[in-house]
């Protein structure tokens, strides 16, 4: 079992730059299919990034594409999502999330995912 604990949010100015950090306790931590999500006021919590398992494939959303970075260290236990070139429209509670059993055509969708972290918030605004 892996327990994702989330860290670096904050308040940032549009274009600045923030890197979060989620550290997973638990072993085999490079079987797990790591992934970030996050949730703005009144909408669904939405896929942002993941970086499968083992092969260390990533995949983005669109709205992110270019923008952030997924990363892991399998000798910490911690994925980063680097975040660059930030709008406030990607202002959002961000969530680690991790599973070990995921196949590909799921890794996109919340429901999927076995483990969350508690969340960390992120505000973009002038």
């Known amino acids: 079992q892996l327990q994702p604990v989330e860290s670096g949010g904050g308040l940032v100015l549009p274009g600045d730059s923030l890197r979060l950090s989620c550290a997973a306790s638990?072993?085999?931590?490079?079987?797990?299919?790591m992934a970030w999500f996050r949730q703005a006021p009144g909408k669904e919590r939405e896929f942002v990034a993941a970086?499968?398992?083992?092969?260390?494939?990533?995949y983005y959303s669109d709205s992110v594409k270019g923008r952030f970075t997924i990363s892991r260290d399998n000798a910490k236990n911690t994925v980063y999502l680097q975040m660059n070139s930030l709008k406030p429209e990607d202002t959002a509670v961000y969530y680690c999330a991790a599973d070990r059993g995921i196949i590909l055509s799921q890794i996109r969708t919340a429901a999927s995912y076995d483990y969350w972290g508690q969340g960390t918030q992120v505000t973009v605004s002038s």
């Open positions: 638990g072993p085999t931590f490079s079987s797990y299919t």
């Open positions: 970086l499968f398992r083992n092969y260390g494939r990533t």
